[in-house]
C-alpha cells in the first residue's frame, strides 16, 4: 500500500477554509485517496474519496494534480465543531479478497474563534 | 445507515483476565477489522477477516487473537490481558471490493 504524508497538526480561525495536503508519492494505477474524519472517543467517518481531478460534496472538497502524487482536502469556512483529526488513506479496491487500511497518524486540526 | 457497533464503550479489567471485544455490523459487509488507537500514534491495524473463519494479521497482532464464526460478528480476544493493552480498541466494517471503512464507537480498555 502506498505511504502517506501529512502535517502532524494545522490550526485555523473559524470562517477560514482549511486546506489540508497529504503525498502519496508511489501510489498505484488503481488506487482510490479517502479522507476520513475524527472525533474525540469517536470513531473514524467518511469524509470523501476521489480518483482524480476533483471530488466535491455537502462537507468537503478533495483537489487531485494529474500526476496523483498528492492530494488536498479542503473545508470552506470552518467552524469549531471542525476541530478534529483528519486522515488521508490510498489504497486499491480489491474484488477478490481483503486487504488492509492502514491509518497514519492523520492530521490533527484545531479551529479557534 | 450502515450500523457497525462494539459491545462497550468501557471496560475495565485486571491483568490476566481474558477479554473478549464483539463487534456486530448490519450491512452483511464481508470484511471486518479490528484497530487500536493510542495517542501520538493513530490508528494501528490489528486483525482483519474477510471471509467467516478468515482472518489475517495486522501490524500489531501480537498478545491478540480474533474470531469470526457468523459474518456479521467480529470478535477480538485478549488471552492475558496486560497493562500495556489498555488503549482505545475500534472495530470497523466494508463491503469487498470497497475501499471505505465504516467505524464503530470504539471501546476504550483499560488493564490495571
Known amino acids: 500500500l502506498a505511504k502517506t504524508t501529512q502535517p502532524i497538526s494545522m490550526d485555523s480561525y473559524e470562517g477560514q477554509e482549511v486546506n489540508i495536503t497529504c503525498s502519496h508519492n508511489?501510489?498505484?494505477?488503481?488506487?482510490?485517496i479517502t479522507w476520513y474524519q475524527q472525533f474525540p472517543s469517536q470513531g473514524p467517518r467518511f469524509i470523501i474519496q476521489g480518483y482524480k481531478t476533483k471530488v466535491t460534496n455537502e462537507v468537503a472538497s478533495l483537489f487531485i494534480p494529474a500526476d496523483r502524487k498528492s492530494s488536498t482536502l479542503s473545508l470552506p469556512r470552518v467552524s469549531l465543531s471542525d476541530t478534529a483529526v483528519y486522515y488521508c488513506?490510498?489504497?486499491?479496491?480489491?474484488?477478490?479478497?481483503?486487504?488492509?487500511?492502514?491509518f497514519g497518524k492523520g492530521t490533527s486540526l484545531l479551529v479557534t474563534p | 445507515d450502515v450500523k457497525v457497533t462494539q459491545s462497550s464503550r468501557y471496560l475495565v479489567k485486571r491483568t490476566g483476565e481474558k477479554v473478549f471485544l464483539e463487534c456486530v455490523q448490519d450491512?452483511?459487509?464481508?470484511?471486518m477489522f479490528w484497530y487500536r488507537q493510542d495517542p501520538g500514534l493513530g490508528l494501528r491495524l490489528i486483525y482483519f477477516s474477510y471471509d467467516v473463519k478468515m482472518k489475517e494479521k495486522g501490524d500489531i497482532p501480537e498478545g491478540y487473537s480474533v474470531s469470526r464464526e457468523k459474518k456479521e460478528r467480529f470478535s477480538l480476544i485478549l488471552e492475558s490481558a496486560s497493562t500495556n493493552q489498555t488503549s482505545m480498541y475500534l472495530c470497523?466494517?466494508?463491503?469487498?471490493?470497497?475501499?471505505?471503512?465504516?467505524f464503530g464507537p470504539g471501546t476504550r480498555l483499560t488493564v490495571t
Open positions: 508511489n501510489i498505484a494505477t488503481n488506487d482510490y
Open positions: 488513506l490510498v489504497a486499491p479496491p480489491d474484488s477478490n479478497s481483503g486487504y488492509a487500511l492502514n
Open positions: 450491512m452483511d459487509h464481508e470484511n
Open positions: 470497523a466494517s466494508t463491503w469487498s471490493g470497497r475501499t471505505v471503512e465504516y
